[in-house]
């Protein structure tokens, strides 16, 4: 998986270090399940509501499919 972000707060502005190959999305997503927000609403549409958990299964469900499928 791509690496995280960074920011170094203790200077001003902040020192922001965004990893060669990065991905905004894998950052957003695991940033939040590692807080501990899994249950936490990430998105809502017509449909529902999904928590960062929801949203990840389906992120990497959507990920393993076949091209073509």
């Known amino acids: ?4 972000s960074s920011a170094d707060h203790s200077v001003t502005p902040p020192r922001i270090d965004v990893p060669r190959n990065y991905n905004a999305a894998h950052d957003l997503l695991a940033r939040n399940l590692h807080a501990g927000r899994g249950d936490k609403i990430a998105f809502v549409d017509d449909n529902g509501s999904y928590s960062y958990a929801d949203v990840d299964k389906r992120a990497s469900k959507f990920a393993t499919v076949a091209p073509g499928r």
Do not use: F, Q, S, V
């Open 1 to 4: 998986m791509p690496a995280l």
